[in-house]
């Protein structure tokens, strides 16, 4: 009763003074500001390009040429005859009164050949449109001479309809994975962020309160291992209050903008998702969470510095951008073998296992059994982690470093 | 409500840090714990409370094993100083007093009228890391005493201190001792311990070296100091037989001498020497007790 009651104190402290920081806010605000530029990125973009139209001069001898190009009208290139001599064009580009000059000229089986100037070459977009032109041009060209129906061009032009059918019927319909697909992808940033962020934060706040020696104050009056758990849970609610709130603003922003924001969602494939991905999601998400946070607070308490918290952390962080790497590419091999042996590892298991899940049936004792691997890990590094910790907040020395673990557990011993 | 070590030993591997240490402290007792720098006392007090193993013996608290269940009745103050640095002194003594079992309401309650006698009442608001050390250690001495524990362990709760805050914390300690707490008391300041405590104990390299009252420690310890000022200089008692230290002072000096006989005799020495306007035979005092106990063993 009475460690329940601590364990509550210490994790609604740990909860609501992480909550009251600068630093909470600032992440939070940035992180969102970011999903709104992501939202809105296109319209972003085209507040910088969209209003200026690229003026292209075209010069050419027949004068008919020019009459196909503009033909079909691209909102952002404008192409107008150009009657003056080469020099004036070029000089007009200089003088940023056109954007380029094309010089087309029929070679002679009757083609279109050009020549592009512009003050640097680098902007790829405006020659990719330009090219994409002439290449029309050509083809119309090409089939006129040889008297060929252009409804019969467009025909032939049509892109081939591939239905995919898979002949397994517990393999997932290419919609399905396509859903999936969003849903990994947006767990595996969420996991990876997470750990990141909180792991971190788990390190860095058990640094501080062993750097400025409260630590020997609280582990006297509670157990360092009620202590080391309350503050993960602690942190961990702190980091679900900031989900909630992404969630919600996302949720605002659904309702006033429906239409851009849905057409995101659709594109995760998270408006349909099925109920068990979710709670997939939300299962590999805990557990992976508490896995490294366990991990944090027991090198957290090595070290005798706060500026040591984030040096020690580096393997963790390490290890979760190796796992996100793995799942980055079975994004696209789901069934590669790399992959599956990566799903039992522990370490790599909340992304990879999650990642197979959400693309292919895996059968449900694989899952189990990665569950159970991943459920397992995290009760030996609670022990031993709980066991470093005792010993950990009562270690100061000069430098930190992974042997310090045997010095801690040594610390904890009869002798 | 006593508390018992009996045999206890702690070993990190082969060091021995405390060696086969036995003591009682009764209720209403201040109980000096001395010793050098890694004499051990950290460690027995971390033993007491349960951050390290002990790897022999036996430590009770009124016949009962200390475990965190009894935290809400132990207060302790350890020799590093520690507070959230960005805490304010409220929200800091709340979370520490509640952890010990306190409700919020009386810790504010209580702290109020700490912060009154401490004579810092417009602390209650400020971030730690704000005040001065010495204004520090008055709040961490709060959260040590706040909960009103039946076991105080104070671990060099003087150091750093100017003589007001000092005499203003001994009063605090005088009082929580004449309510009925236990309190064991480790500090480098001799005068400290002599003015606080009956019972003591000197820890040398983890084994208590001299053990008992203040009153028999200096009885046993035999020797006594002699005080003489005169107008001419006293180095040729010196070599007198029976004094065993000699200390030149600016009126004259203080002889340390083997017992109140030799004190006789070299009063009858100076007979006739000249004009003698001090001569006062004097207990022991513990910095020489401690000097000679622990001092001897660093040669």
Known sequence: MQVMNKFIIIMTHTYLSKLKTKVFYISTFLILAFLMIMVNFESIISVFTGDEEQKVAVMEESGELLEYLTEQPNNEVLMEAFTGTVEEGKSLVVEEEYEALVIIELDDKGLPEATFFAENITNSDLQTDILQQLQQLKVTLATDQLGIDQTAITEIFAPVTLHKVALDEDVKTEEEMNQARGIVYVMLILLYTFVIMYGSLIATDVATEKSSRVMEIIVSSVSPITHMFAKILGIAMLGLTQIAIFLLVGIIMLQSKTEQIGGLIESFGLHNASISIILYAVLFFLLGFFLYATLAAMLGSLVSRVEEANQIVTPIVLLIIIGFFIAIFGMNAPDSQIVTITSYIPFFAPLIMFLRVGLMEVPLWEILLSVGILVGTIILLAIIGAKVYKGGVLLYGRSSSFKDIKKAIQLTKKE | ?299
């Open chain 2, 1 to 299: 409500m006593t508390l018992q070590l009996k045999n206890v030993t702690k070993q990190f591997g082969n060091n021995v840090a405390v060696n086969n240490l036995s003591l009682e402290i009764p209720e209403n007792e201040m109980f000096g714990f001395l010793g050098g720098n890694g004499a051990g006392k950290t460690t027995t007090f971390r033993m007491i409370l349960g951050l390290l193993q002990k790897s022999a013996g036996e430590i009770t608290w009124n016949g009962e094993k200390i475990d965190y269940e009894k935290s809400s009745i132990i207060g302790y103050l350890p020799e590093e100083r520690g507070l959230y640095p960005k805490l304010k002194v409220k929200e800091q003594i709340v979370y520490l007093a509640r952890l010990r079992g306190m409700e919020k309401k009386e810790v504010i309650k209580e702290l109020e009228s700490w912060l009154e006698r401490f004579k810092v009442p417009d602390y209650m608001d400020k971030k730690v890391e704000e005040l001065s050390k010495g204004n520090q250690q008055k709040i961490q001495f709060i959260s040590a005493i706040i909960h009103k524990p039946n076991l105080l362990i104070l671990d060099e709760p003087f150091s750093g201190l100017d003589p007001i805050n000092v005499e203003m914390l001994k009063e605090a300690v005088i009082d929580l001792k004449n309510a009925g707490t236990s309190i064991v008391f480790s500090s480098h300041r001799m005068e400290h311990v002599e003015e606080l405590c009956e019972h003591l104990c000197i820890l040398q390299k983890g084994n208590p070296v001299v053990q008992g009252s203040l009153r028999d420690i200096k009885l046993t310890f035999g020797k006594k100091n002699l005080i003489i000022h005169a107008d001419y200089p006293l180095d040729f008692l010196a070599k007198f037989p029976g004094v065993v230290k000699h200390k030149k002072t600016r009126n004259g000096g203080i002889l340390q001498i083997k017992n109140e006989i030799v004190s006789q005799e070299i009063f009858q020495e100076l007979q006739g020497k000249g004009f003698v306007r001090k001569f006062e035979l004097a207990e022991p005092s513990l910095n020489d007790i401690f000097i000679e106990k622990v001092g001897a063993s660093y040669e």
